[in-house]
Nanobody
Framework: QAQVEESGGGLVQAGDSLRLSCLVS????????VGWFRQAPGKDREFVAT????????AVGNSVKDRFDISRDPARNTVYLQMNNLKPEDAAVYYC??????????????????WGQGTQVTVSA
């Protein structure tokens, strides 16, 4: 079973960009679908983005579409979340989640069995 670890969070100003990284270790990277979710205080965990492990199809949440993008680097066993034009409402703990082969529902957190500890993103107005 793989483990995942997020990095790259921090404090930024509105309009700035930030790139989060999710390192997948302990198993074969190419066998895992990896997605990003976020959770703000007092809110439910929200789907952000995911990417198929084989043909590179992407899904990005409606609230971040046109600003966020997801990519995979097999050479580094890493999945990235590029976040542009950040807004205060993007502030949250961002989680990387992995599921071996194919999640039953790519957009549902219940379909991912491996989770990281999360990385905090804070956006000042």
């Amino acid at each position: 079973q793989a483990q995942v670890e997020e990095s790259g969070g921090g404090l930024v100003q509105a309009g700035d960009s930030l790139r989060l990284s999710c390192l997948v270790s302990g198993d074969t990277f190419s066998e895992y679908t990896v997605g990003w979710f976020r959770q703000a205080p007092g809110k439910d965990r929200e789907f952000v983005a995911t990417m198929t492990r084989d043909d590179g199809r992407k899904a990005v949440g409606n609230s971040v579409k046109d600003r966020f993008d997801i990519s995979r680097d097999p050479a580094r066993n890493t999945v990235y979340l590029q976040m542009n034009n950040l807004k205060p409402e993007d502030a949250a703990v961002y989680y990387c989640a992995a599921q071996k082969y194919y999640p039953r529902d790519y957009l549902s957190e219940r379909s991912y069995s491996t989770w990281g500890q999360g990385t905090q993103v804070t956006v000042s107005a």
